[in-house]
């Protein structure tokens, strides 16, 4: 993977090439929870419970090259809109530059370390549950603030 140092400081999320685009994403997998949206506030409320491809270990998608052709509603967050950052939470990396933030001090571009992401306790790894799991029926059990 080639980049440039400091990228995101210096590019626009469209500007940047492939490689510095995946950089960016931290492997904290929140993107893969199953959330509930208030339908009258549009209000975000996360589960502990991951996309049936997740390993809920690892937090790495099991089928990465084909989950659009498995998960139709797998959010593909490039290019970024603003229905997409939606639904992204505020500690991605992608959310963060479109909103002109900087990238927090536990993100591995910054850290320089690829689990500062879960000693921080922002990735999801061994924190969650998959979908195949647990019974749709009690998925409003398994609401969750998660720390950001
Ligand atoms: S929420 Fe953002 S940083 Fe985290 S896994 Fe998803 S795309 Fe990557
Ligand atoms: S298909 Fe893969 S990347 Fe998409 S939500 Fe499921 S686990 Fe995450």
């Known amino acids: 993977m080639?980049?440039?140092?400091?990228?995101?400081?210096?590019?626009t999320l469209d500007?940047?090439?492939d490689a510095e685009w995946e950089s960016l994403c931290d492997g904290?997998?929140?993107?893969?929870?199953?959330?509930l949206e208030d339908e009258d506030t549009r209000d975000i409320f996360y589960?502990?419970?991951?996309?049936?491809?997740?390993d809920t270990e690892k937090?790495?998608?099991?089928?990465?090259?084909t989950r659009f052709d498995e998960?139709?509603?797998?959010?593909?967050?490039?290019?970024l809109t603003e229905e997409k950052l939606h639904w992204l939470p505020d500690s991605c990396a992608y959310a963060k530059l479109?909103?002109?933030?900087?990238?927090?001090?536990?993100h591995?571009?910054?850290?320089?370390n690829p689990n500062s992401v879960n000693t921080a306790g922002i990735g999801i790894g061994g924190r969650c549950f998959s979908e195949t799991d647990v019974p749709v029926a009690e998925w409003d059990q398994h609401l969750i603030v998660w720390a950001e």
């Open 59 to 65: 937090c790495r998608c099991k089928h990465y090259s």
């Open 108 to 112: 591995p571009l910054i850290s320089g």
């Open 47 to 54: 589960t502990d419970i991951a996309c049936k491809l997740l």
């Open 98 to 106: 479109a909103k002109g933030e900087p990238l927090s001090d536990w």
């Open 15 to 17: 500007e940047m090439s």
């Open 2 to 11: 080639t980049t440039s140092p400091r990228f995101w400081e210096t590019k």
């Open 28 to 35: 904290c997998g929140r993107c893969c929870l199953h959330k």
């Open 71 to 79: 998960v139709p509603d797998c959010l593909s967050v490039r290019p």
